[in-house]
């Protein structure tokens, strides 16, 4: 995490099982990514996580300033025999199910 000059604080619990990990600024820290051609992938990705931020929390005070959504990877990891594509629709289905029930709800 450091090229990106955000580093992660904390991890908040997120929509069916994903994460959201809170970020803060280094002093001077920029993402810089190779073969760029002229994008400001750090402006882009800094903006992408105050979104999150401020949307995470949509009826209250933003407690982060910024956030990302991850994924936990370590049982694939673990497990070489857990086939990639049952462990992440796993993951799409419990999202699915959670949209449904708030929309019904």
Known sequence: MARSGLAPRREQAGLAG???LQHRRRPGGRLRLPGGGGKRYDLATAGRRLAHATYFASHGTDEESALSFAMDLTPLVE?????????????VDRFRADVEKR???
Request: zero cysteines; charged letters at 20%; hydrophobic letters at 60%.
């Open 18 to 20: 994903f994460r959201a």
């Open 79 to 91: 497990d070489a025999s857990l086939p990639v594509a049952d462990y992440v629709l796993a993951f």
């Open 103 to 105: 929309l019904k709800g």
